[in-house]
């Protein structure tokens, strides 16, 4: 299905770069950078860094990336239709003892992404329609091996989510600040357990000030506040939130380094755990490729 859905979406791409030259229409394969930045806050989102919890020393280690196959771009890239593909997954380290990670708990995230985006005097417009699978598993850090049990009686299930998810948001630049807010909703096609609540909501903001702190070298050195709260859950609904504070080396839209405090209060970000409430404050750092 997904396959089919980037097939049609070439063809039409193609179809109208044909029969409108004059419109200014450029098809573009393998653009730079992407249409639609990842939400900062958001853990569902593909990144490659480590978040250390100060008060129990776990980490989340994520690894993953997402990349723009193919954009339309319309009157000098004022507005831009683009279409990419999104792998990741993070994972839950109890310890690093023996200098190895011990990992216990791993979400994994594929599927594929349209975007749209759209320029307007000192603002901009975006949308995302995701297509994502979601699986979560239970490893070998989950398990004792000398008594031959998991840790803590919890033991693996088969968690899976198939979901859609549409994300709108507009960014404001001016007086040296850029300002981004932003809702949604997905809807999950296939879910288990089934218990678990088919649709889920989400609204954040991120705010960045790329001139408060210089420059270096030649980048930005970006303060930002950002806040991602998503609502989901099995058999009621529940509230989750993160609030992050950091610095990013670099354009706020371009590659760069992340460096970052977190707060995380609701349901377990680790899906194995769904059923588990937690709170933890983090420090960590991430790369943007952008």
Do not use: C
């Not at 409108?20 to 930045?37: A, K, T």
């Not at 196959?69 to 239709?81: F, G, S, T, Y």
């Amino acid at each position: 299905m997904k396959i089919k859905a980037y097939l049609i979406f070439l063809v039409i791409i193609q179809f109208t770069y044909t029969a409108f030259p004059q419109n200014g229409l450029v098809f573009d394969l393998f653009p730079s950078g992407l249409n639609f930045i990842p939400l900062k806050a958001n853990n569902q989102e593909a990144r490659l860094g480590v978040l250390y919890y100060t008060a129990t020393t776990n980490l989340k280690v994520d690894i993953g990336n997402n990349v723009d196959l193919l954009a339309l771009k319309m009157n000098e890239e004022q507005i831009v239709v683009a279409a990419g593909i999104e792998f990741m997954a993070y994972a839950f380290s109890r310890s690093y003892a023996g200098q190895r990670l011990q990992i216990s708990a791993v979400d994994g995230f594929f599927g594929g992404n349209l975007s749209f985006s759209k320029r307007l005097p000192n603002s901009s417009l975006f949308a995302r329609l995701r297509i994502i699978h979601n699986s979560a598993h239970l490893v070998d850090g989950s398990y004792d091996t000398s008594n031959d049990v998991w840790i803590d009686g919890k033991e693996p299930i088969p968690y899976t989510k198939d979901f859609g998810e549409i994300t709108i948001a507009h960014q404001i630049s001016e007086h040296d600040v850029d300002f981004k807010y932003y809702g949604g909703l997905a809807y999950a096609t296939l879910v288990r357990p089934s218990e678990l609540k088919r649709f889920n909501y989400h609204v954040g903001i991120e705010t960045a000030f790329p001139k408060l702190l210089g420059k270096l070298v030649d980048d930005d050195v970006n303060l930002f506040l950002a806040g991602h709260f998503f609502l989901d859950g099995a058999h009621k609904y529940l509230g989750s939130s993160q609030l992050m504070l950091g610095i990013k080396i670099g354009g706020w839209t371009k590659k760069g380094v992340v460096f970052y405090t977190s707060y995380y209060a609701g349901r377990d970000m680790f899906s194995s755990y769904y059923d588990r409430r937690i709170s933890k404050f983090g420090i960590g750092f991430s790369i943007d490729f952008i």
